[in-house]
Nanobody, 124 residues
Framework: QVQLVESGGGLVQAGDSLRLSCTAS??????YAWFRQAPGNEREFVAA????????TYADSVKGRFRIFRSNVNNMLHLQMDSLKPEDTAVYYC???????????????????WGQGTQVTVSS
């Protein structure tokens, strides 16, 4: 059974850092990403990378503050978020695609599996 399970969300203050994690199990993946959805908004792309590593791609709103990476330990995916802003408040989702595709891969339809989401709230 394929599963993506996020963790690490919480309530922080503006300027703080937070690291989200996603445990991937059940099969191998080629591409992975993080998306987020703020209240009243559509889900939007945050960052993506291929499983093999290499250059990542980021939404302009998080470029320079967030970093996506993968750990070989327990097949975990991470999103390191620094200099958090209140507008980063959202439910964050981990997503994975079976195929290794050329980045940027920003559409929800490009990903085959999704986690349940973890809430990140940034207070001002």
């Amino acid at each position: 059974q394929v599963q993506l399970v996020e963790s690490g969300g919480g309530l922080v203050q503006a300027g703080d850092s937070l690291r989200l994690s996603c445990t991937a199990s059940g099969r191998t993946f080629g591409t992975y990403a993080w998306f987020r959805q703020a209240p009243g908004n559509e889900r939007e792309f945050v960052a993506a990378n291929t499983w093999r590593g290499g250059a990542s791609t980021y939404a302009d709103s998080v470029k320079g503050r967030f970093r996506i990476f993968r750990s070989n330990v327990n097949n975990m995916l991470h999103l390191q978020m620094d200099s958090l802003k209140p507008e980063d408040t959202a439910v964050y989702y981990c997503a994975a695609a079976v195929a290794t595709r050329r980045l940027p891969l920003t559409g929800e339809v490009d990903y085959d599996y999704w986690g349940q989401g973890t809430q990140v709230t940034v207070s001002s």
